[in-house]
């Protein structure tokens, strides 16, 4: 016998004698589907077991509150969609209960108080709820975003002394929690790890070796098509690392370790690398090599897996060559946690060394640095980053102050100045500010932007940020130089180059922004809408009106204010009446719109200029509006 401490978690059937009366065979065929396709497949990734099952019910171990919370979490709502397209009399509904407590284990079986607490837990919950003990409210309520009602002291039959009961509330924040269900292969974290490398070693080694060689040795003609990137050069995607312990507390570590590989070998112009929202697709999915490969047009991937124990951080890696299989490099790394940014350089290096022998390792020494050696400021500036991208007032305000407590905790963080000067520029555009005034803002958003770039003069992400700013503030050459340096030091970046094209369309250089819309398409197959619509609006000035066209339908949606872009195309289309009808819908949301307004946008080109206000006034917009 051992004792231990350990996440209990019972689970049960609502009314099961009623069911197996009405319906024996369907009520245990279903709970046997249950068991097989939801509730194994839900413990296995969160590390748990089940320890024995029960008729009508189920027993679970689990390592962590944390893991056994977000289990029966994922486990009421996947059951719940199984319910959502039955009738009302063949639905089965679980009620759980979840306890932290010690416990007796012998021969794969335990039992004690802790096991008795948790049943006693799910006989107080509702059907289809969650009831947990204090134990496990004290573990979770700061590291999961949930809501939990508080129901008090309750007296149950056999435990001596009354439990303090904690209601999970199966709402929006509960849902969010929910990853989606996946059969995890034996052993799960090599599997995991095979999958990622098979992305990386796709994306870095497809060109290098087409570069390098006359014939590749591919398995088969439709590989050979599906991996062949459309440029010269070795291409790379890094998948998102693994991230071992379970804990959503270590996701930003794994995940930022993939996300500054990818930064830093797209530094690179040698490489043409996959944006990072693009490989965050594959994250958590059973996706094989040739899937990667086929989606992400690459040949080489990079996997790998990050955990944590105590102060000990432990890393693997790999690099496939994802047409014939092999493995070209593999290594692991067991260092204190505060060499998180050191293990990460060295794995860069060395892929980048495997793929090219010829590669500048004078360029890599300048690039090489650590961010920060605080690893509570770098936690704050990747929620920071988190709250950036809800692009919200509120979301933007917290960036704000997160950016901030970094830079309290480390001066000399450039990220966090970045991210700053990102929340103080979208507080200037938007008004998304607390208590400054827009000029403050942008004040404040240019002191933000120059100190990372004081800091770290290559960093191109501290010169994307400024010439944003410059270009909002209404100098476009500027802003144009400044992009172009940001381009200098990192050419794969899909954003930069997305972000870039305002200066080069409101100065007349329209062709030239379709191409750098275009490449930007081409390393981020999985962009935002945004890359669409700014897509559409160079083409249009480029006089390329089926192609403005084509570009916009691709969107999932249209939002108001596409209709000022879409309606001019459509009227140089000959779509006048269609033109004309989406430009009234668009001034009727938005009747201060005018042509005095229209003026002011920085353009520095005369014809494009006039080309714009024309078709405005073509399509109804008024001079002035007042």
């Not at 105590?310 to 790394?333: E, F, H, N």
């Not at 936690?379 to 709250?387: D, T």
């Not at 089926?546 to 009227?571: F, H, Q, Y």
């Amino acid at each position: 016998m051992e004792r231990r401490l350990t996440a209990i978690l019972v689970a049960d059937v609502v009314g099961y004698s009623r069911l197996i009366r009405e319906n024996e065979a369907g009520t245990l065929a279903a709970i046997k589907a249950h068991r097989e396709d939801l509730i194994e497949p839900v413990v296995s990734a969160r590390n748990g077991r089940i320890v024995k099952l029960m008729g009508d019910g189920l027993l679970i171990e689990f390592p962590s509150a944390v893991e056994a919370v977000q289990g029966a979490v994922e486990i009421q709502h996947f059951i719940g969609l199984k319910n959502k397209n039955l009738p009302q009399e063949n639905q089965i509904h679980y009620r759980i209960g979840i306890n932290v407590g010690d416990v007796i284990a012998e021969n794969d079986d335990i039992y004690g108080d802790g096991v008795n607490v948790a049943a006693r837990l799910e006989g107080l919950a509702v059907p289809d709820g969650i009831c947990m003990s204090a134990s496990v409210f004290d573990q979770v309520k700061d590291k999961l975003d949930l809501d939990i009602e508080d129901l008090g002291l309750h007296e149950v039959k056999n435990i001596e002394d009354p439990i303090h009961v904690f209601n999970l509330l199966l709402d929006d924040k509960a849902r969010a929690l929910v990853s989606e269900i996946a059969r995890p292969k034996a052993p799960a974290g090599r599997a995991r790890w095979l999958t990622v490398a098979v992305a990386f070693a796709i994306a870095v080694g497809g060109l290098v070796w087409w570069q390098t060689s006359k014939a590749w040795d591919l398995s088969s003609d439709a590989a050979d098509h599906a991996a062949v990137p459309m440029t010269g050069k070795p291409s790379i995607a890094v998948l998102a690392f693994d991230n071992l312990n379970r804990d959503p507390e270590h996701d930003y570590l794994s995940d930022s370790f993939s996300e500054n590989i990818t930064t830093a070998l797209s530094r690179f112009v040698d490489f043409f690398v996959i944006a990072r929202d693009s490989t965050l697709g594959f994250k958590d999915q059973p996706v094989g090599i040739q899937q990667v490969a086929e989606e992400l047009g690459v040949r080489y991937v990079l996997d790998g897996s990050v955990q944590v124990a105590g102060d000990r951080l432990r890393v693997t890696a790999q690099l496939i060559d994802a047409t014939s299989g092999k493995t070209l490099w593999a290594d692991s790394y067991d260092r204190d946690l505060q060499d998180f940014f050191s293990v990460q350089d060295e794995v860069t290096r060395t892929i980048a060394l495997t793929l090219n022998e010829n590669i500048d390792l004078a360029e890599y020494d300048r690039l090489e640095h650590k961010p920060t050696d605080n690893l509570n400021a770098y936690e704050l500036f990747k929620r920071a980053q988190e709250q950036a991208f809800t692009f919200t007032k509120e979301g933007n305000i917290r960036a704000m102050r997160l950016s901030e407590k970094a830079i309290a905790l480390d001066p000399n963080f450039a990220g966090a100045y970045i991210e700053l000067a990102w929340a103080h520029n979208f507080g200037y555009r938007w008004g998304w500010t607390e208590k400054t005034s827009r000029e403050e803002a942008l004040t404040l958003a240019f002191e933000a932007a120059r100190k990372a770039i004081k800091l770290e003069p290559f960093n191109f992400k501290a010169h994307q940020v400024l010439a944003s700013i410059t270009a909002h503030s209404g100098d476009l050459e500027k802003a144009a130089a400044i992009y172009d340096k940001a381009i200098s030091l990192n050419p794969n970046s899909a954003q930069v180059l997305a972000d870039s094209i305002d200066p080069l369309v409101y100065g007349g250089r329209a062709a030239e922004a379709v191409d750098r819309m275009q490449t930007a398409i081409r390393l981020n197959p999985h962009h935002p809408d945004w890359y669409l619509w700014n897509l559409g609006w160079a083409q249009y000035f480029a006089e390329d009106y089926e192609g403005a066209l084509a570009s916009i339908e691709k969107m999932n949606s249209v939002p108001d204010r596409l209709r000022r872009t879409l309606a001019p195309i459509l009227l140089r289309l000959g779509r006048d009446e269609e033109a004309r009808a989406m430009m009234r819908e668009f001034l009727t949301d938005n009747p201060a719109y005018d042509i005095e307004e229209a003026r002011t946008a920085p353009f520095t080109d005369k014809e494009y200029h006039d080309r714009w206000l024309d078709d405005l006034r073509a399509l109804g917009v008024p001079e002035n509006a007042s």
